[in-house]
T-cell receptor, first 114, second 111 residues
Framework: GAGVSQSPSNKVTEKGKDVELRCDPI?????LYWYRQRLGQGLEFLIY????????KSGLPSDRFSAERTGESVSTLTIQRTQQEDSAVYLC????????????FGPGTRLTVT | GQNIDQPTEMTATEGAIVQINCTYQ??????LFWYQQHAGEAPTFLSY????GLEEKGRFSSFLSRSKGYSYLLLKELQMKDSASYLC????????????FGRGTQLTVWP
C-alpha cells in the first residue's frame, strides 16, 4: 500500500507570509506526528494526533504554528507570518496507534523562508 | 528536557563492524529507538528497546542499559549502502509516540 505522502515537496516563501503543509498518513493509522528538522539538528517533535483525542501540541515552538487533522486522515500544518528561522524540513509520520513502536515517515517538505 | 548525545560522525570500511553509541538523560523513559536516514530521504525504523539487553535483527543489533542511560547500535558486515545518518531517539511518558531525537551520527562506509 501507499506510504505517508507530503505536499509540497519544496516551498519557498517570503518572510511574513503564511504557509500550509499537507500530510496524508497511511490508511488505518490512527496516530499522526509532525517533526521539524533544521540543518544540522535532530528531529524536533512538534505535535501529534491520536484518533479523536485532543492533540498533544506541547512541541509547537510558538503560536504562529498550528495543525489540524480531519478524522483519521489528512493533516495540515500551518505556519503564520513565517520567519527565517522557520526554514527546515517538516516531516510527518504515522503509526498504527500511539503505542505502536514503529513510525513511518513521509519524504518531508523543505521550507525555505527568504 | 531530554539530553540525547551521540557522535556526530563515524567512518568505517566495508565488511567491518561499527558501534554507534547513544547516551540519554530523561524522566519517564519508556523506550529507545534507532532510525536510519539516508541523505535526502525519510527516516526508517531500525529497532526498539525497552528492556535491558541486546536485540538482534540480521546485521543490526541494538543494546540498552536503562540504569546507565546508554544504548548502542551495532552494524556488522558493513556495506556501502549503510552510509547514512543513524538517529537515536527516546520516548517518555504513557505512550511511545512522542519521540525525542538526538542529532544523528553520520556514518560513512569506505570501500
Amino acid at each position: 500500500g501507499a506510504g505517508v505522502s507530503q505536499s509540497p515537496s519544496n516551498k519557498v516563501t517570503e518572510k511574513g507570509k503564511d504557509v500550509e503543509l499537507r500530510c496524508d498518513p497511511i490508511s488505518g493509522h490512527t496516530a499522526l506526528y509532525w517533526y521539524r528538522q533544521r540543518l544540522g539538528q535532530g528531529l524536533e517533535f512538534l505535535i501529534y494526533f491520536q484518533g479523536n483525542s485532543a492533540p498533544d501540541k506541547s512541541g509547537l515552538p510558538s503560536d504562529r504554528f498550528s495543525a489540524e487533522r480531519t478524522g483519521e486522515s489528512v493533516s495540515t500544518l500551518t505556519i503564520q507570518r513565517t520567519q527565517q528561522e522557520d526554514s527546515a524540513v517538516y516531516l510527518c509520520a504515522s503509526s498504527f496507534d500511539q503505542n505502536a513502536y514503529e513510525q513511518y515517515f513521509g519524504p518531508g517538505t523543505r521550507l525555505t523562508v527568504t | 528536557g531530554q539530553n540525547i548525545d551521540q557522535p556526530t560522525e563515524m567512518t568505517a570500511t566495508e565488511g567491518a563492524i561499527v558501534q554507534i553509541n547513544c547516551t540519554y538523560q530523561t524522566s519517564g523513559f519508556n523506550g529507545l529507538f534507532w532510525y536510519q536516514q539516508h541523505a535526502g530521504e525519510a527516516p526508517t525504523f531500525l529497532s526498539y528497546n525497552v528492556l535491558d539487553g541486546l536485540e538482534e535483527k540480521g546485521r543490526f543489533s541494538s543494546f540498552l542499559s536503562r540504569s546507565k542511560g546508554y544504548s548502542y547500535l551495532l552494524l556488522k558486515e558493513l556495506q556501502m549502502k549503510d552510509s547514512a545518518s543513524y538517529l537515536c531517539a527516546v520516548s517518555r511518558g504513557s505512550t511511545l509516540g512522542r519521540l525525542y531525537f538526538g542529532r544523528g551520527t553520520q556514518l560513512t562506509v569506505w570501500p
